[in-house]
């Protein structure tokens, strides 16, 4: 335990708000991509810091409804939904702000936000984290395949599922997403990287060519059916929708009952029936031996000559 906290520059008695302020600027140091073992162990001590500490005061939100949500505080001061909006609000023009922002920069922008005197409350931490849960639920915008990961992190969703619950619709929406999450991480990797990279093509606008649709169609159609609602949250759910019925066009065959080359070797068969009748009908009409025909005989007068 007293790892976690020196890893993290802190002594035993930090409070929840003193190790998210410690793990944001830790996190700030940290190349994701290129230290994926730093990045562990700093989360590591991060989760094991809170745990020592009683958990992160984020955990009492099961206690709170989302919607139900009845603030008691003076008339000078703002509610705690106001307060969660004004957060929200900080929180999407700092990241906006940042260039190429990878999931990282976003876990970093929200627990600064977090820190914000605006969110001291646990009730206004409670709105906020909602906000994140609409947002993420109300459909895919650029950056928000960042967002769900550095939320997850954040939030400890992944090991308490149980307080989306208050979230209603929005939070079922996102507990389904996580559990084919989960589907998808068992998977082998030579399954899991096509749909990882079906999942990637769809954030880009440019229309699908002939090549990537023969390729995508497998990966598409699986995700429909493990994974439908992570995917409408990591990518374009109408270029999602676009690409299924894309794929199912090229895939259908023209709508004949016999195939393209029994069709073929029907016409040849015709051609050649066709053109023995014409010889047979050209030997008959040109045979040298072809009887004169006869002309008719004139039937005998009933009048006497």
Known sequence: MQDAFDRLGLSPEADAREIRKAYARELKKIDQQNDPDGFQTLRTAYEAALAGEGGSDLGAAATFPFFTLTPVAPK????PRENANTAW????YVISRKANANAATWEATLLATLEEETLV???SRIWFEGM???ALAHGWQRGHEHLFTAADRVFSWDRKRQNLAQFQHAGQMLK???SQQDILRGLPARESEPLRLAIQRLRNPRPLTPDELDYLRAPLHRLKHIAPTLTAMLTDGVAFQHALEACDQEATPPSSPTPPRQRSIARI????IAAWIVFVLAIGHYSPHK????PPTQPPSPYPQ
């Open 76 to 79: 000078s001061e703002p509610a």
């Open 89 to 92: 609000e900080l929180f999407q």
């Open 121 to 123: 409350s646990v009730e």
């Open 132 to 134: 994140v849960v609409e």
């Open 176 to 178: 389904a997403a996580l």
């Open 269 to 272: 068969a015709l051609l050649i």
């Open 291 to 294: 009887r004169q025909p006869v």
